[in-house]
């Protein structure tokens, strides 16, 4: 089974709008991080925000703000006001167990985002 | 900080030829790890490192493929022989996880063509 599963492979959105990209996992860890990484055409990968299992608020980084719903197993990414510059593909990202266990990073398929003017 | 440093950015090679992508990881990291990303199988883990120990190798296709990491600001991806099916980019990344939250941070990529 996949254990993070991105079913949008690509979106569009209005310049300045919101847009929220889906993400859900599949764990049977109790203690475990959910991430997003942004990989724009340039290549690279851009960490935008994290969100840990035992966090009671969502996590917010500038205008990235992370959705996450313990008991759907879900954590989508929410990008307020798009720019141009957010046109990119987005990944989902989980980290399994507590501190000290299993250290990877295990990747959905991702999303494009593309931003129209 | 520089940030993690991977060599060369693009490596053309012919099918059947040794093929070594290298790595810096950020200094004081203690977790290295290699990625593959392609097209059909998105972001892959090949290996990962902690303290220079390989721990986990399962992610590693075969037996041309091998990884190695002789101290801590070091490592080398190795394919040998190469193949067409090995084309992608290979990423490497490094992190200090004192606990679930660090996150990883990732190189450029090296995109290999093996024609």
């Known amino acids: 089974a996949q254990k993070i599963t991105q079913t949008q492979p690509g979106m569009f959105v209005q310049e300045k709008e919101a847009v929220t990209l889906d993400c859900t996992y599949d764990t049977s860890d109790q203690s475990y991080g959910l991430f997003w990484y942004k990989q724009p055409s340039s290549g690279e990968m851009i960490f935008l925000i994290y969100q840990g299992s035992y966090d009671e608020q969502n996590a917010t980084e500038g205008r990235y703000s992370l959705n996450f719903q313990k008991a759907r197993k879900s954590a989508n990414l929410v990008i307020s006001a798009s720019q141009l510059g957010d046109s990119a593909m987005y990944f989902c990202a989980m980290r399994e167990g507590s501190s000290g266990s299993a250290r990877q990073l295990t990747f959905g398929s991702g999303t494009q985002l593309t931003v129209l003017p | 900080d520089a940030g993690v440093i991977q060599s060369p950015r693009h490596e053309v090679t012919e099918m059947g030829q040794e093929v070594t992508l290298r790595c810096k990881p950020i200094s004081g990291h203690d977790y290295l790890f290699w990625y593959r990303q392609t097209m059909m199988r998105g972001l892959e883990l090949l290996i990962y490192?902690?303290?220079?120990?390989?721990?986990?190798d399962s992610g590693m296709p075969e037996d041309r493929f091998s990884a190695k990491m002789p101290n801590a600001s070091f490592s080398t991806l190795k394919i040998q022989p190469s193949e067409p099916r090995d084309s992608a980019v290979y990423f490497c990344?490094?992190?200090?996880?004192?606990?679930?939250?660090?996150?990883?941070?990732f190189g450029q990529g090296t995109r290999l063509t093996v024609v």
């Open positions: 990344a490094s992190s200090l996880p004192r606990d679930r939250r660090t996150e990883a941070f």
């Open positions: 490192f902690n303290n220079n120990v390989p721990i986990d």
